[in-house]
């Protein structure tokens, strides 16, 4: 009789041992893969280096590296921000000023980025730095208020052109805040209230005189035409009237007024 037992036992038994094998192999392979396959992001660029030399660029996927031999540098290409910390500067008007501001850039060559500067981000943050303060310096305090937009463009272009040999362009700057001393933010608020009133009474001043010469043409046109002045005088009387008050005031023509002065005199010649 054949023992079906034993040969099962053998086929398992022979499964193991071909498992026992596969297993550490498969773990072999997936260990060198982990090893020699990098991968680089939609939004990388990779540098590659062969016994140390610069040797191109690797695009986005999956790349075979050897290692001890080839070395690959994952570059971010996406745009950056760098905050600008605070900066004490001195304004052309010899103000103390403190100015903070927000650089944007983005990496268009990353072997440049790589092979020029050492660290790109901090290298961009300090030429930042010392352009805004140099720009403070060559502008008044009110310009400096009045004005950011286009000094920040200034500050933008100056960033920009130190910063192509290392393989990066500055999109944009914004000057954040502008902060002065507190003696001089009252001195400032002083100036805008002085101002404030000398428009109010030139203001004032121009509507009297507006006033004055349309009180002047109504006079001429009240003495030119015969009983206007004394429609006028009812005219006032019968506003007068609509009020509840108990007070009431005749107004006289100067007219009246005239021929009484006339009356007078001609009795004192009489005499």
């Not at 007070?247 to 005239?258: D, S």
């Amino acid at each position: 009789m054949i023992n079906i037992h034993s040969g099962k036992n053998n086929f398992l038994i022979f499964n193991l041992i071909k498992m026992s094998f596969l297993i550490p192999l498969l773990a072999f392979f997936i260990g060198v893969c982990v090893v020699l396959i990098k991968q680089i992001k939609q939004y990388e660029r990779g540098v590659l280096f062969l016994f140390g030399k610069y040797q191109g660029i690797k695009n986005p996927g999956w790349h075979i590296i050897i290692p001890i031999f080839q070395y690959l540098k994952k570059v971010d290409v996406r745009t950056k921000a760098v905050d600008v910390p605070y900066q004490e500067a001195i304004t052309k008007d010899n103000i103390p000023v403190k100015i903070n501001a927000v650089v944007y850039y983005r990496i268009i060559e990353a072997s440049k980025s790589i092979l020029e500067v050492e660290n790109f981000f901090w290298a961009t943050s300090q030429v930042a730095q010392t352009t805004m303060r140099n720009a403070v310096g060559e502008v008044s305090l009110d310009q400096l208020l009045q004005n950011r937009t286009e000094i920040a463009e200034k500050i933008k272009n100056r960033v920009d052109k130190q910063t192509d040999p290392w393989g990066i362009d500055v999109e944009g700057v914004e000057l954040k805040d502008v902060i002065i001393p507190e003696n001089l933010k009252r001195t400032i608020s002083k100036e805008a209230e002085a101002e404030r009133e000398k428009r109010a009474v030139i203001i004032k001043a121009e509507g009297d005189k507006i006033a004055a010469e349309n009180l002047s043409l109504a006079a001429k046109k009240l003495t030119e035409s015969p009983g206007a002045l004394h429609l006028r005088t009812l005219q006032s009387i019968n506003d007068l009237s609509s009020d509840q008050s108990n007070t009431t005031v005749w107004m006289i023509p100067v007219e009246m007024l005239e021929a009484i002065k006339g009356i007078a005199k001609n009795l004192e010649q009489k005499k």
